[in-house]
């Protein structure tokens, strides 16, 4: 068999190819390609073989933090500022389906008509979705989210710009002093880059449990122990939920337990452990205003049989801060801090402070109080 036949099994089977069976394959030809040659070799297949193939152009460029190839072979870009088409295009729908096989092959998942989409880790963190016809037209789709910040903490992002030196003393004193919070936004703001930065805060001598449906947080913490979620099989067998993570989680002695992203029936098991003396959890949840966080918990407390009396009670006591991370045209940045208080119409997000204008709201004494410093 050959080198390149056995790195097509090892893709067929979900196994990740070696690179040094691709250093092998440019090397088997140095007769008549030379050592500059097999060099370029190398690198070719490595792209082809190892990366993202004909995507390799918009990942070499620093900007770019995601990746989004359409059915007719169009490919779109993000640079921090919205979508803008790419130059780099996939002729054929057969090729963009070899890609999209391939890539989940990488990640260690299966794609086909028995299982038509994917959710995958790649090599450097990069995070995979593909989806196959008949399911979306024309060709397959996939979406790429590319992470370009390894935030050693608060102090990395303020250098980009995402917050001045004032939010990055409140940021940092929300973790140190030990509350729980959420990191709201939209899509592609920027939640799980500035979770990321806000656990680099957190002292060396604790212990970070962190629950994920797909990996995708980057923590630079010497004490980080991390839990996946398992999609089921074919046969609709082995399915390894968030609720089911969260619940082994609370099982390891965590001093932080983090929910990459709070989006279904687990936050029953959340609420509930910060609520039993699991101080300083967090995690993030989509939404695109402050103001929505307790009806978007509500929701999600629906998912898991909460009615709205019991999830407001339970949300109140185990989540102290609400941080909204928000597009700009400048580009992404923290927008505020706000506080849950309750009021007439039941619990709401009290405005502390407006940080792209440092104005200061009605919960600015509370948010002084969580953070241990006087108003």
């Not at 490919?75 to 500022?81: A, E, H, L, P």
């Not at 067998?237 to 709070?262: H, K, W």
Request: hydrophobic share 45%.
């Amino acid at each position: 068999m050959s080198y390149l036949a056995g790195i097509e099994e090892q893709i067929r089977e979900g196994r990740q190819p070696d690179p040094a069976v691709v250093a092998r394959v440019a090397a088997a030809d140095v007769a008549r390609l030379g050592r500059d040659g097999v060099a370029a070799a190398r690198e070719v297949i490595s792209s082809d073989v190892l990366g993202l193939g004909p995507l390799e152009a918009c990942l070499s460029d620093p900007a770019v933090t995601d990746i989004l190839v359409n059915g007719d072979g169009s490919v779109w870009v993000d640079r921090g500022s919205g979508l803008v088409r790419s130059d780099v295009v996939l002729p054929e729908a057969a090729a963009t389906r070899r890609l999209a096989v391939r890539l989940a092959g990488l990640a260690g998942r299966r794609l086909d008509e028995s299982q038509p989409w994917v959710d995958g880790l790649l090599r450097g963190g990069v995070r995979l979705h593909a989806v196959l016809p008949p399911l979306v037209d024309g060709g397959a789709h996939l979406s790429l989210r590319v992470p370009r910040v390894q935030a050693d903490g608060l102090a990395v992002l303020r250098e980009g710009a995402m917050f001045g030196a004032l939010g990055e003393e409140l940021l940092r004193g929300l973790v140190r002093s030990r509350r729980s919070f959420v990191v709201t936004g939209g899509t592609g703001c920027g939640k799980t880059t500035l979770l990321g930065a806000m656990l680099a805060e957190v002292p060396a001598s604790e212990r970070i449990v962190l629950v994920e449906d797909v990996r995708e947080l980057s923590v630079a913490h010497p004490h980080v122990v991390r839990l996946q979620g398992r999609a089921a099989n074919v046969e609709g067998q082995g399915a390894v939920t968030l609720v089911d993570l969260v619940r082994q989680a609370l099982r390891m002695r965590p001093d932080r337990l983090v929910v990459g992203e709070v989006r279904g029936a687990e936050v029953r098991e959340m609420l509930a452990a910060l609520n039993t003396g699991h101080e300083g959890g967090c995690g993030t949840v989509h939404a695109n205003a402050p103001a929505d966080v307790p009806a978007r918990f509500e929701a999600l407390g629906a998912l898991a049989g909460l009615g709205r009396e019991a999830l407001q009670s339970q949300l109140s006591s185990a989540v102290q801060a609400v941080v909204h991370v928000a597009r700009r045209p400048r580009g992404r940045v923290v927008d505020s801090i706000s506080v849950l208080g309750s009021g007439p119409s039941g619990l709401s997000c009290v405005p502390a402070i407006d940080l792209v204008g440092e104005a200061r709201g009605s919960g600015w004494a509370q948010l002084m109080s969580l953070v241990g410093e006087a108003s």
